[in-house]
C-alpha cells in the first residue's frame, strides 16, 4: 500500500486521476490539496470537495493552497476545461468543507504525523510543493517521492512550443523542487499524449455501475465536446491519471535517470524542461523521467479500475 497526497488544480484530468486513485487498491489517499492551475484555487478546492462527495469518499481531508504563481501572473485554462474546471457541468455547490488548514500546513502536518512514508502525486502547477520546501524544509524531505505529471522532454509543449502547462504556469517552483535533491518522477507530455481516451472506449463499458461512473461518462461526454479535437486527437489525454499510475507498481512506464532542469527566465523559452541527454555529460541526475508508455495496458487498467 502507497499513502498519498494529490496536490491538485481539477480540472477534468485531475478529477480523472483522482477518481482512479480512489480506487486503486494498493494506494491510500491521504488528502487532496489544491493549488491555482488550470482554474482559480477556490474553484479548484470545491472541485475535490464535489468529487469526494460523488464517489462517497467525504473522510479525505481536502485544502486549499496557494491562489497564485510564486512570482509570475496567473495563469489558468478555462478554455479547455470550461469556467467551473469541469467541462461546464455546473454541479451544485459541495456539502463538504475544506479542512482549516492550507495545504502546505496539511502536508507538513500529515508528513510529521505519518507512520508510513508520503508520495506527493503532483497533478498541477509545484506551487505548493515550493513553499513547502522554502517554509519546512526539513519536512519537506521526508517526502517519499514526488511524482508529478509535468514537463516535456523529447516533444513538443502544449502551451508553448517547448512548454507544458503545470511547469509554464509556475516554473519558479517547478525549480525549486527540481534543485531540492526530493526524489523525482518525470510524467510528461512525452507519455501522456499517447495515452488518449477515445469515445468508444467509453460506449463500450456499458457494464460499469453506480453513481461514480455515471459521472465519469458524463464528464467524459461534456469534455469531448470542448475539448479542442486537434489537441489530443479524437480523444481526452489521461495526463494526470497516467501520474497515479506511476504511483503503482508496474511495469507500464519506462523510465531514464537524467539530470532535469527548466527555464525560469526569457519569453520563449520560458517553463521548457531540459534534459541532460548527452552521453559524456557529468551532470548529476536528479530525476527519473517516463520516456515509454504502453498505453493500451494503462487505458484497461484505468477503465477496469473505474469499472469496480
Ligand atoms: C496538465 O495541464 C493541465 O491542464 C492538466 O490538468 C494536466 O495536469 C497537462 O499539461
Ligand atoms: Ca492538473
Given at each position: 500500500m502507497r499513502n498519498i497526497i494529490i496536490d491538485t488544480d481539477p480540472g477534468i484530468d485531475d478529477i480523472l486521476a483522482i477518481l482512479f486513485a480512489l480506487k486503486?487498491?494498493?494506494?491510500?489517499?491521504?488528502a487532496l490539496t489544491t493549488v491555482s492551475g488550470n482554474v482559480p484555487v477556490e474553484i479548484a478546492t470545491k472541485n475535490a470537495l464535489k468529487i469526494l462527495e460523488i464517489a462517497n469518499r467525504r473522510n479525505i481531508l481536502v485544502a486549499s493552497g496557494a491562489s497564485r504563481p510564486l512570482r509570475k501572473d496567473q495563469l489558468t485554462a478555462e478554455l479547455i476545461h470550461g469556467k467551473d474546471g469541469l467541462?461546464?457541468?455546473?454541479?451544485?455547490?459541495?456539502t463538504i468543507k475544506k479542512v482549516n488548514l492550507s495545504a502546505v500546513e496539511l502536508m507538513k502536518e500529515r508528513l510529521l504525523k505519518s507512520k508510513e512514508p508520503i508520495t506527493i502525486a503532483a497533478i498541477g502547477p509545484m506551487t505548493n510543493l515550493a513553499i513547502l520546501n522554502i517554509l519546512y524544509p526539513r519536512v519537506f524531505s521526508q517526502i517519499e517521492e514526488i511524482i508529478f505529471m509535468g514537463g516535456a522532454a523529447f516533444c513538443p509543449g502544449n502551451?508553448?512550443?517547448?512548454?507544458?502547462f503545470n511547469i509554464y504556469v509556475d516554473p519558479d517552483a517547478a525549480n525549486l523542487v527540481f534543485n531540492s535533491g526530493v526524489k523525482l518522477k518525470m510524467i510528461g507530455l512525452d507519455v501522456t499524449m499517447k495515452t488518449i481516451l477515445k469515445k468508444d472506449k467509453i460506449e463500450n463499458s456499458n457494464d460499469f455501475g453506480g453513481e461514480t461512473y455515471k459521472f465519469f461518462r458524463r464528464l467524459i461526454n461534456n469534455a469531448l465536446e470542448i475539448i479542442p479535437q486537434s489537441m489530443e486527437k479524437g480523444g481526452i489525454a489521461l495526463h494526470d491519471p497516467l501520474a497515479i499510475g506511476a504511483c503503482?507498481?508496474?511495469?507500464i512506464l519506462k523510465y531514464k535517470e537524467y539530470d532535469l532542469k527548466v527555464e525560469t527566465?526569457?519569453?520563449?523559452?520560458?517553463?521548457v524542461t531540459l534534459v541532460d541527454?548527452?552521453?559524456w555529460s557529468q551532470s548529476k541526475k536528479n530525476a527519473k523521467v517516463a520516456?515509454?508508455?504502453d498505453n493500451n495496458a494503462f487505458i484497461d487498467l484505468f477503465l477496469k479500475t473505474l469499472r469496480k
Open positions: 486503486c487498491e494498493a494506494l491510500n489517499v491521504e467541462a461546464n457541468m455546473n454541479l451544485s455547490e459541495p502551451i508553448t512550443s517547448g512548454a507544458e503503482l507498481s508496474n511495469d527566465e526569457g519569453s520563449e523559452g520560458l517553463g541527454d548527452r552521453s520516456v515509454e508508455v
